[in-house]
């Protein structure tokens, strides 16, 4: 995982280095100045968050040589080394506060192995980070502090999501709608199909949607992709506006192959004329996807916060059909809650940052990307809250490179 990080070429206020000596002001100034890049979604959050806290360690409060064993941790996860949280042994933490923080930092540890960087990459790296920002408060005399709520707000998330007492339900259902020779048009028959595929999906809660699309032999295989993206655009679309959540849906276009009814190049066949629409996945009793609780809501020490139910049911995250930058009605609401905490939590700024799936050619989901978070941006402005910050990611894929996840735009509150 080399060259996570992109150095920027600018300097840290030296000035303010006055207890450190020149090598860990060096330190501090390369991280400070970096951008992350490759790696995972977790080493890329990781990275991010041991850069924030480095910078609020030299900005807020000036404390160089703390400032400088954080950012030597970032520069070990940007060499490809798995940094663990901090160790009790490290500081010197009072008696009576070693027991709580054992006990955190063996859940932190076990939630790691579990799969939690895997399974949501941001909230462990910032679990991670408050833990080692916590540990240092404790040592510094503050019990109880911002830093101890960070961590345990965002606690909640990094668990595996509960089945409800009966248990989780498993939901597979499978559903076709065929198109006209060289159509994508939808016919009435597609259309309640549809309608039952969304109606089963609000049901079971199922949290993927698989839609993929098909032609037959006939024309070029260029030709057939194509087609075969336009049938699953249509298919994504219908089923957003009949409710289903565009990030839990992942598209793909498969063109002329897997056919239904094997032919011959160039034949005529209805049957592979297609769009399959799958529920997959266990339906969980908490809601969402998966249901995780995850954010500081502006009680963050350092870097950023989320706030909210991450997912479809709230949260600081608006999500997208394939190809689209059109804000659902779902996603106005969810952007008139971020107005909310802004107004409450008073952040210093406001970021709204756009990504994309891998679908698209890099030049449109470039495009994309800063389309969706300048829709988002605007929006935000007219119902009231602060102009924020504009920036893109195109491509940056938490799953497949077709999962709905990636088609979002987060709004991160600075403070």
Known sequence: MKNIIRWAGIGATATLAACAVPAEVNDVQKVLSARAEGGTAFTRSLFQEYQAYTRSQVQTEVEWVDAAGTARKALRVADG???????????????????????????????????AAERVPAAAAKAQVAFDCWLEQEAEGRPNGTCRTTFLTHEPMLKKPAPTAAGPVEAQRRYVVTFGLGSAELGPQSRQTLGEAAATQAQLRAPLVSVAGFT????????????????????????????????????????????????????????????????????????????????????????????????????HAVFFASGSSQLSAEAIERLKQVVAAEKTHHPKVVRVIGFTDRTGSVSTNVRLAHQRAEKVAAEIVRLGGTAPVIESRPGDSWGSSYDGHARRVEILFDY
């Not at 500081?91 to 709580?100: D, L, M």
């Not at 409710?243 to 192959?257: F, H, M």
């Open 81 to 115: 080394e798995a940094v663990a949280p901090d160790e009790l042994t490290g500081r010197k933490v009072p008696a009576t506060r070693i027991p709580e923080l054992a006990a955190a930092r063996g859940r932190l540890m076990t939630y790691l192995a579990g799969g």
């Open 216 to 315: 037959d032999a006939v024309g070029s295989v260029e030709q057939n992709l194509r087609l075969a993206r336009h049938r699953a655009d249509v298919v994504t679309a219908e089923l957003v506006k009949l409710g289903v959540p565009p990030g839990l849906i992942a598209e793909d276009a498969l063109g002329e192959t897997n056919p239904q009814v094997p032919t011959g190049d160039n034949a005529v066949e209805p049957r592979n004329r297609r769009v399959e629409v799958t529920l997959a996945g266990n339906a969980w009793g908490i809601g969402g996807y998966g249901g995780y609780a995850y954010g500081d809501a502006g009680r963050g020490y350092y870097g950023h916060g989320w706030g909210g139910v991450y997912g479809y049911n709230g949260g």
